[in-house]
């Protein structure tokens, strides 16, 4: 882990990318805890034990981390309507692996596909690839890498902790640079 500096704010035009904040815990520990949400992440597990999203924002607001997150939020005025998160995991040889999940009431009014390529068009770590992996049973988060430039590169598999499972995935990679 490398110490950094502060994540900028990344806008759509119809919500901001900031970065997670300990105030976010009640919002997102709701939505984490649906069981649709969970089935479709590697990491969230369910039942959600208490204190997994506590660590999860304590790791990433550290200034040492090998993550960063934001928040997909849309409240305009407050700021502090979430509608998801996505993530950067830093990879070796200057790439990270995007993570993203959008909370069901904002299902399929293309948050996810905003989010992506606003992150993408920001390149906020100055990566040279990005990549990412969707489950093949989710053809929607599919669509949002295709849509923003991502290049299917093959079929592997990955453990789904809310599943308590080995589940297949679609691989994708996105030249940057």
Known sequence: MATLTQQPTLHTSRFVLRPVRQSD?????????????????????HPLPPGV???????????????????????????????????LMRLDRNQSEVGYWVAPPFWNTHVASDAVQALVAGNPLENDTMFASVFHDNPASAKVLINAGFTYLGDAETYCLARGATVPTWTYSLKLR
Do not use: C, K
Request: charged residues 25%.
């Open 25 to 45: 815990l009640t919002r997102i520990t709701h939505y984490a805890s649906d069981s649709r949400l969970a089935m479709s992440t590697t990491r969230i597990p």
């Open 53 to 87: 999203i506590e660590a999860f924002i304590e790791r990433a607001i550290q200034p040492e981390r090998d993550e960063d997150v934001w928040v997909m939020d849309g409240g305009s005025h407050n700021g502090d309507e979430v509608m998801g998160v996505i993530s």
